[in-house]
């Protein structure tokens, strides 16, 4: 599979971003988890939140710095995500260190697929994912 | 892409701690995504292993733990993500070594603490911490009754005993 977790954005600012993934059935790994039940993955909830993340830090740092996960606290899990439904993620910031590093706060909802057919979606799903994490720029 | 993000168990303890590689390479398509080149902004490209998988992979290490230390009955779901901390990035070339140490586990699920190090062989290949990765599993049969998953364990399927058979660890689930 792309390694893009993001397929809409649906608002930006500098301090606040929106956007949707899509779960449809023909991605791969949904034959591995799991195979009588397929779900998106949890850390791809995360890496959903990361990628918004990172769409959100490049409007204030276009000059270039690539920002990865540095640390997550307190992620806690909710509904299950299946083919046909969207999650539908809020990223904000919190605060920004001196070592460029940021803590943002983000969460996941899930959007079924009556409110996409009906056109709504507009972020009163059941919770799927919600926490803090932490992005900095990558060190190899 | 797959979803399995380990490559072999080394040891495992029953009921206390699981140890597990996972290589990172060129030929994995994830890993071309992450990063592109960007020329406008004056970036190249910079393959390296994502850090959500980098959680996937002590998830499924510590799942197969806790699933093994109840004959693989529960279904082990992920329920939280407590702590995470990583240092650097791994990138084509590295092993990742995933240590999962149980730290408590009841009838409701477990907590597992997990430390992330990495083996560079251009580097003398002696593992080098990067992190940790506490995590929370639920055995959802105790705790989500009713959100319409089905009866048979769905978690431990085809896949978990492929790796655990070439791993060396007889399994009978």
Known sequence: MRFCLIDQVLEVSPDHIVAVKNITAGEEYLQDHFPSFPVMPGVLMIETLIQ?????????????????????????????????????VEVEVVSRSDDG?????????????????????NGDGPMSVAGRFVMRPARL | ?????????????????????????????????????EPERSLRAMPVMPASLIIEGMA?????????????????????VSKVELEREAGPGHTLKYTAEIE????????VNGTVELIDHTAGGKPQRIGRIDLIFSHIDKNMSGMGFPEHNFVFSETFRTLLQTSGIQVDF
Do not use: C
């Open chain 2, 104 to 111: 408590r586990m009841d009838e409701s699920g477990a907590s």
């Open chain 2, 1 to 37: 892409m797959r979803w399995v993000w380990i490559d072999r168990v080394l040891e495992l303890e029953t009921g206390r701690r699981l140890v597990a590689i996972k290589h990172v390479s060129l030929s994995e398509d994830h890993i071309h995504d992450h990063f592109v080149a």
């Open chain 2, 60 to 80: 499924q290490s510590g799942g197969i733990l806790v699933g093994h230390a109840n004959q693989f009955r529960e279904k082990v779901v992920l329920a939280k």
């Open chain 1, 52 to 88: 918004a993340g990172r769409h959100l830090l490049a409007q204030t740092d276009p000059a270039g710095k690539r920002f990865v996960l540095g640390g997550v606290r307190a992620m806690k899990y909710g509904n299950f995500v299946k083919p046909g439904d969207g999650l539908r």
């Open chain 1, 101 to 121: 590093s940021v803590t943002l706060k983000g969460s996941g909802r899930v959007i079924r697929p009556a409110g996409v057919a009906n056109g709504e979606g």
